[in-house]
């Protein structure tokens, strides 16, 4: 059964500081990794989507690659910001076709 | 392009009564899948429906069930309702025509479902 992990569970930073979110997951045959950002009582919005054959993606300030081997994902967001406060979720899609998502980092970014 | 929308927002209901919740997707999105969310399990998948034929569907009770309908919205019931069942229940679109979650996926704000 594939389990995807996230710690630590909350991280605060000062504005302006580039951080690492780390995502491991149990089941490295994946079809793709997503990262998720879900504002409070919203929805998820979709930040980036690594299939399994690439290794990294970029969208501006963030960066997110995948080490299927070793089942690690990391966000990199550069230069935070206030902004950037909100929960990040990586979920991975198994060869079970089924979707597993971590628990979550809440991010919070102090001005 | 409209995003994905959910009707109700909130919704509150008493044990054994039955919910249905409702997901409009994307416009030309056929892919529709459901999830709960909770403080202690996270988000875990309920199913997805694809050209309104149920194409995976996760470890949930035969108390959840869905449909899809022939423009793509999709629906989401759930009866005998317990304690537990009270979450944040999304829906996600996307074109998924390939295969099953190989597009990205497009969530809606949630229904937020209380159970007294």
């Known amino acids: 059964k594939q389990e995807v992990t996230q710690i630590p569970a909350a991280l605060s930073v000062p504005e302006g500081e580039n951080l690492v979110l780390n995502c491991s997951f149990t089941?490295?045959?994946?079809?793709?990794l997503q990262w998720f950002r879900q504002d409070p009582g919203k929805g998820l919005t979709s930040l980036l989507l690594?299939?399994?054959?690439?290794r990294e993606q970029t969208s501006g300030r963030l960066n997110a690659s995948l080490d299927k081997s070793s089942g690690r994902s990391t966000l990199y967001i550069a230069a935070s910001q206030p902004g950037d406060s909100a929960t990040y979720l990586c979920a991975v899609t198994g060869a079970n076709s089924k979707l597993t998502f971590g628990k979550g980092i809440t991010l919070s970014v102090r001005p | 392009k409209a995003g994905v929308t959910q009707t109700p927002r909130y919704l509150i209901k008493t044990r054994g009564q039955q919910v249905t919740l409702s997901c409009s997707p994307i416009s030309g999105h056929r892919s529709v899948s459901w999830y709960q969310q909770t403080p202690g399990q996270g988000l875990q998948f309920l199913f997805e429906?694809?050209?309104?034929?149920?194409?995976n569907k996760g470890n949930f009770p035969g108390r959840f069930s869905g449909r899809q309908f022939s423009n793509s919205r999709s629906e989401m019931n759930v009866s005998t309702l317990e304690l537990g069942d009270s979450a944040l229940y999304l829906c996600a679109s996307s074109f998924s025509i390939s295969g099953f979650f190989t597009d990205t996926q497009y969530f809606g704000p949630g229904t937020r479902l209380t159970v007294l």
């Open positions: 690594i299939q399994s054959s690439q």
């Open positions: 429906y694809f050209s309104e034929t149920q194409r």
């Open positions: 089941d490295s045959a994946i079809y793709n």
